[in-house]
């Protein structure tokens, strides 16, 4: 289950797709032990960039990420995983996915309502 | 339509995913010109960071993605383009989509059936 780390300084980007709908819900990073600890528990564990430290998604939300399957693309360097998601919504701005905002004549728009109130989630984090 | 691009030297991660299917065909990167053209021309074009510059996809092939919605994420670092793929598979390889190896039992799998033969499509580039 080799995968190439090197072309990213040690991390391939992890795309999370909806086991059910079929919706992107968010891109995260995974370092090699990310990916074991991924694949070892079932739940989906991110390499966190801006904090350098391993992110178990849900660990404040309890929000987890149930892996259904996951596959690699043609050259190893990166992952998509389908996911049961835990919870309402996978973005830490109260949305069931990341990508809730879409272009518009040359705008980022955002094109669906919140799923959850963030500042209950997260608290202070939010 | 400002994206992110510092936190990975100039490229933001791009999900392209089947408009129809749902299907996660790819995972490539765009620096700023890239993402520029793409909006501009209405077909995916990523930097190919082997080789060091824009890539069309489908310059070779043929099977260029149409884009029909580009979605950010909660960082604006990352992009999802829904596209109708041209042509029966994205992958260099000859199959549908470049995600075509899953895991079993901590092995890679291949998955699926090739959808077209690439040495008749890329020739000595196969």
Request: aromatic share 12%; proline share 3%; hydrophobic share 35%.
């Amino acid at each position: 289950m080799n995968l190439d780390f090197g072309k990213l300084g040690g991390l391939v980007p992890a795309v999370i797709q909806d086991y059910a709908t079929g919706r992107v819900l968010m891109l995260g990073f995974m370092n090699e032990e990310a990916f074991r600890k991924t694949v070892e528990t079932g739940f989906a564990t991110f390499y966190s960039r801006s904090r350098s430290k391993l992110w178990l998604k849900g660990e404040t939300s309890g929000h987890r990420l149930v892996v259904k399957e996951i596959s690699t693309d043609c050259d190893l360097d990166s992952v998509l995983l389908r996911v049961e998601p835990l919870g309402p919504g996978v973005c830490h701005e109260g949305y069931q996915s990341c990508f809730y905002r879409t272009l518009k004549n040359g705008e980022w728009i955002v094109s669906e309502n919140r799923a959850f109130d963030p500042g209950q989630i997260y608290g202070s984090r939010k």
